[in-house]
């Protein structure tokens, strides 16, 4: 476990592609934070499947929270506090939030039966048809379906109708129901504030101060992670207008009941040293 009070929380889902490749500066950015003691946790949609090797080839030895907030994922003796509740899943511990499956299998198949709304799950397709659909190599593509907690699947045929439906009944059935690009996951008590609020507290016990929460996330990844820290970095290609409801505020004009934010243009070459910076600083 690092000294530094401060924690990082990065969705990496626009930062590193899902073969692996990250942006420009975001590994000497984390490569930084190592140096500064500064613990990066990922956020992330997809599986520790999908995540191993870039793990690894980055040299990422800290814990992340995988499948939209589905369960947190700890490496070997990270902390030397054990959490209560915890499973072993291929070389991590893990924080179940979720349900495990089968239980978001049984719950999508159940949903589409009694909505009488066609889906697809990608645990259906042949390794073809899945390549195929994800544009992904056979090999990637297939690590898309091992799958710990959520479901992917896509509709066949809905109107948007049938699919305000079958939104509206896994709200009431208390399903999280997400879309992920051309697919929608659903899964079964998936919680990124209680998987951000989970961790924090072991870092809490193991650091014996509260741990300076930052996120970083990207516009359309920050709604649901940004409430979950008390300060967050917004990556965009445009500043957000002050008065949008939807927008980052600039500090300026931040309201008392959000967490202090800033942006940085992700596209500008000294964004990451710009983003360390503040961090190290703690400018917000």
């Not at 599986?47 to 070997?76: H, M, N, W």
């Not at 072993?88 to 039966?113: H, K, N, V, W, Y």
């Not at 479901?151 to 509206?168: H, K, N, T, V, W």
């Not at 008390?230 to 939807?246: F, M, N, V, Y």
């Amino acid at each position: 476990m690092r000294s530094s009070t401060s924690v990082v929380f990065c969705a990496i889902d626009n930062l590193i592609s899902p073969t692996g490749k990250p942006l420009t500066g975001f590994p000497q950015f984390l490569d930084s934070l190592a140096e500064a003691s500064v613990p990066c946790v990922w956020v992330t949609s997809r599986t520790r499947s999908q995540l191993d090797a870039t793990l690894r080839k980055l040299g990422q030895s800290e814990p992340f929270i995988a499948e939209g907030g589905s369960g947190v994922y700890l490496p070997e003796d990270y902390f030397h506090l054990k959490p209560s509740t915890t499973t072993r899943l291929g070389r991590f511990t893990c924080i179940p939030i979720a349900s495990p499956q089968p239980a978001a299998a049984e719950a999508l198949d159940l949903l589409a039966e009694e909505t009488g709304i066609s889906v697809v799950s990608l645990r259906a397709l042949s390794p073809r048809e899945l390549s195929q659909n994800t544009g992904l190599p056979e090999r990637e593509a297939e690590l898309l379906r091992l799958r710990d907690f959520d479901e992917l699947f896509f509709f066949a045929g809905a109107s948007d109708a049938d699919i305000a439906e079958f939104q509206a009944e896994a709200t009431r059935k208390k399903l999280t129901l997400r879309l992920r690009g051309v697919f929608w996951a659903l899964a079964v008590g998936a919680s990124l504030s209680a998987c951000t609020r989970e961790l924090s507290k072991l870092y809490d016990r193991a650091l014996r101060a509260h741990a300076f929460k930052v996120a970083i996330a990207s516009s359309d990844e920050a709604s649901e992670l940004f409430p979950a820290c008390e300060h967050a970095i917004l990556l965009a290609d445009r500043s957000p207008a002050p008065d949008s409801s939807s927008a980052i505020a600039p500090r300026s004009v931040q309201p008392a009941s959000r967490p202090a934010r800033k942006f940085f243009p992700l596209s500008s070459p000294n964004t990451w040293e710009l983003v360390l910076d503040t961090i190290l600083n703690r400018q917000f």
